[in-house]
């Protein structure tokens, strides 16, 4: 099996932003690129990545601003960024997969608001993207999850804004995160649009117009990620190819023990490996 393989994007950020491919044996085989959720780092990623490549589909993670291996300088007042950013980086991403493995199929993998980046990447751009998968990701909008979730999500907006970042690393949600990105996650929450960027673009129409193949994965038991919220998602990719699944993982927490711990990712593996080799061929 090829060596993993970790390189800098060309994107302008306060720290380098790194991404690490594992190659799969076939240099066209179609490559997953994980996005991470919010707070996690790239590395969290290694078996996921790892249990893909011995699959035979090729894997790459690219890191998120503010929780990255180098120092970097922590999201603050002085150090600020959005959804907009985020999605950006993604774009840095593909094109840095593109050319590790030209020829192969490219398909980001996002986890939670990794989702939501990547779905906002491929209506921007789906000409650089060959299909989605979202795992664990869904609708933040309040109306899926009842009235206790607007108080709560506006809460965490108005304590980024007053703090400067939310301190998610001290309440046992996300990490420290930048208060731009839970500004633009919270106006999705309070309005039911994924708008965001300057001047302000609600996403949301060319999200319905994709044509892809999209894959939606959810997990019972997922308190981050109910099956409402991850239905509503896929919801919005009206002209899409979308396949569903609703998984039982033998995890603690289903959220995140998906991409990690060995039982799961027995139950995982095969249906991303086996969605990616069909999506990746015309």
Do not use: K, N
Not at 38 to 49: N, V
Not at 75 to 82: A, K, L
Not at 245 to 256: E, F, K, S, T
């Amino acid at each position: 099996m090829p060596e993993p393989v970790t390189a800098v994007l060309d994107r302008p950020t306060p720290a380098p932003l790194e991404l690490t491919l594992h190659p799969a044996a076939d240099p066209v085989a179609p490559v997953l690129l994980v996005v991470p959720a919010m707070g996690m780092r790239a590395s969290f990623y290694t078996p996921l990545l790892g249990a893909l490549a011995d699959a035979g589909v090729a894997a790459a993670v690219t890191e998120l601003r503010g929780h990255q291996a180098r120092p970097a300088p922590p999201p603050g007042r002085r150090h600020d960024h959005g959804y907009d950013d985020l999605v950006g980086d993604l774009g840095a991403a593909v094109e840095t997969v593109r050319e590790l493995r030209p020829g192969a199929p490219v398909l980001p993998l996002g986890h939670s608001l990794g989702g939501h980046l990547c779905a906002a990447f491929a209506a921007r751009r789906p000409d650089r993207v060959d299909g989605l998968a979202l795992v664990a990701s869904g609708s933040v909008d309040w109306r899926v999850w009842g009235p206790g979730h607007l108080l709560r999500t506006q809460a965490v907006v108005a304590a980024a804004s007053l703090l400067g970042h939310f301190p998610g690393d001290r309440v046992g949600f996300a990490g420290r995160e930048a208060r731009g990105q839970m500004r633009d996650w919270g106006r999705w929450a309070r309005t039911g649009r994924l708008a965001f960027g300057t001047p302000r673009v609600d996403h949301g129409p060319s999200i319905a117009a994709l044509p892809l193949p999209v894959l939606g994965i959810g997990f019972e038991r997922d308190t981050l990620a109910p099956p409402a919220s991850t239905a509503a998602l896929l919801d919005m990719f009206a002209a899409a190819e979308v396949t569903r699944h609703l998984l039982d993982v033998p995890a603690r927490r289903p959220h995140v023990g998906w991409a990690r711990e060995p039982g799961a990712l027995a139950v995982v593996v095969p249906v991303l490996a086996g969605w990616a080799r069909g999506a990746g061929r015309p």
